[in-house]
């Protein structure tokens, strides 16, 4: 595997250990909050990012596919963000060439995904229920460590 897929696989791992720290122990309330008329709900925000990484393996595949999934119940959403990471990085592990050039894959969906995730945190605060700060360089993040169980965090603030 080469240093950009490795990293692209790095990124991956940051989005689950960052997003999941976003959506860990939301109240339910939280997934309808809507902030202002005419902005997404955070089950709406999150379901967008389940559709980048699903447009990801399109581009994996060299194809240029976009769907636009209905909001899930929020636990569902959850797990579909999650598995959602995992199916783009078990293509990036593999040894098939992609599609798409790896720059394009982090330029495009990947690096929205990581504005989302923000978007999600600041909602959080918005609501009244907000994540506590983190030096995310300190935290253990591990290539191909996708799921909602992540490592505890090791240096976090208020």
Known sequence: MND???FLRHTLATLAY???????????????FKPAPGSRTPAQVLAHVGDLMDWTLQLCRGEQTWHEAAPLPWADEVARFHRTLADVDA?????????????????????????HVGQLT???????????????????????RL??????PRREFD
């Not at 960052?18 to 309808?32: E, H, I, N």
């Not at 799921?147 to 505890?152: I, L, N, P, V, Y």
């Open 18 to 32: 960052r997003g999941g720290k976003a959506v860990r122990g939301a109240p339910d309330a939280f997934a309808d």
């Open 4 to 6: 950009s897929r490795q």
């Open 91 to 115: 293509v990036l592990a593999a040894d098939a060439p992609l599609g798409t050039p790896v720059e394009r894959l982090f330029q495009g969906p990947i690096a929205d995904a990581l504005t």
């Open 147 to 152: 799921g909602a169980e992540q490592s505890a």
């Open 122 to 144: 600041m909602l959080r605060r918005m609501f009244g229920a907000p994540v506590k700060g983190e030096n995310y360089s300190k935290a253990e993040i591990v290539a191909g």
